[in-house]
């Protein structure tokens, strides 16, 4: 099983500001990365694949970045309906997906 | 607009099995381009990959719960369901069907339902 370690756990950013999260993978995989955003309440949404292909439909201000075991998603200039949960997902151990166990991300 | 709907029993008792279907519409379950997922989280706790189904029936499970799930399509009624037996109070969860977009190529878990909630009780 590959082993997804997201930090920090909580992350606490003013709107406006850039927040950068990280995912780690226990081992290689490659770009194979999505990350999803989830609301309280709600079910996940899809923001990035390919680590760094944004969604149908998804701000240009979440930006991903990485490759191998370290990955990167990038909010710049926070807008109040970002703040929410972020997990992050391998899938190149196909087709055994695993998650991280989510950043939240909350208003400072 | 694609839009999946999970239904099943809230309340399932210690060593039953769980049974829960999910209704595609807006699009087609039959689509060859497009795989059916279920996911489940623990109150307050991550995502869980349960496993998914191809329109032929071909499935894949997380091998830790593979022993116990079955996932099956009806694509005359347009759904998708999810079996998992001997339950205990850790499969207690909210349950999400997705599609997953990408046969060849994975392009994310796009579409999701809103979840339910299954509690597994006496």
């Known amino acids: 099983e590959i082993v997804m370690t997201q930090s920090p756990a909580t992350l606490s950013v003013s709107p406006g500001e850039r927040a950068t999260l990280s995912c780690r993978a226990s081992?290689?995989?490659?770009?194979?990365l999505a990350w999803y955003q989830q609301k309280p309440g709600q079910a996940p949404r899809l923001l990035i694949y390919?680590?760094?292909t944004r969604a149908t439909g998804i701000p240009a201000r979440f930006s991903g970045s990485g490759s191998g075991t370290e990955f990167t998603l990038t909010i710049s200039s926070l807008q109040s309906e970002d703040f929410a949960v972020y997990y992050c997902?391998?899938?190149?151990?196909?087709?055994?997906?695993?998650f991280g166990q989510g950043t939240k991300l909350e208003i400072k | 607009q694609v839009q999946l709907q999970e239904s099943g029993p809230g309340l399932v008792k210690p060593s039953q099995t769980l049974s829960l279907t999910c209704t595609v519409s807006?699009?087609?379950?039959?689509?060859?381009?497009?795989?059916w997922s279920w996911i489940r989280q623990p109150a307050g706790k991550g995502l869980e990959w349960i496993g998914r189904?191809?329109?032929?029936?071909?499935?894949n499970y997380n091998p830790s719960l593979k022993s116990r799930v079955t996932i099956s399509v009806d694509t005359s009624k347009n759904q998708f369901s999810l079996k998992l037996s001997s339950v205990t109070a850790a499969d207690t969860a909210v349950y999400y069907c997705?599609?997953?977009?990408?046969?060849?190529?994975?392009?994310?878990?796009?579409?999701w339902g809103q979840g339910t909630l299954v509690t597994v009780s006496s």
């Open positions: 997705a599609r997953e977009n990408g046969v060849t190529t994975f392009v994310g878990l796009d579409y």
């Open positions: 807006g699009g087609s379950i039959s689509s060859g381009s497009y795989y």
């Open positions: 189904i191809y329109t032929s029936g071909s499935t």
């Open positions: 081992q290689s995989v490659s770009s194979n």
């Open positions: 390919g680590a760094s």
């Open positions: 997902q391998q899938y190149n151990n196909w087709p055994w997906y695993t």
